[in-house]
């Protein structure tokens, strides 16, 4: 996965992502942001809490914060997502995610 905060602008960040075929990011959750995925190519499933949601080019979602989440990408080409994370507790560092143990 390719993650970076490459523009932060006031309480928001944003960041270029994506997963090869196959790939996919563990449950996690944020607990000071919440963020914003827009699809820019291929097809995302996201997993939020139990629920399976397939988002496609051009679609986008809205995760709020301490909501457990994971990402996956079940397609045959690259997924791409254009992510804006809402700083929501200052006290919290932006990139510290919290992961479910398996």
């Known amino acids: 996965m390719n993650k970076k905060y490459p523009h932060k602008i006031g309480e928001y960040r944003l960041s270029h992502e994506s ?23 291929g097809e995302a499933t996201f997993i939020i809490e139990q629920t399976k949601i397939k988002k496609k080019v051009g679609e986008s979602i809205s995760i709020k914060k301490n909501i457990n989440h994971s990402i996956r990408n079940d397609d045959l080409v690259s997924l791409e997502w254009l992510e804006v994370s809402i700083v929501l507790d200052h006290r919290i560092e932006m990139d510290s995610d919290s992961y479910k143990e398996d």
């Open 19 to 41: 997963l090869a075929s196959g790939e996919s990011i563990a449950f996690h959750y944020h607990k000071g942001r919440a963020e914003n995925c827009h699809i820019l190519s």
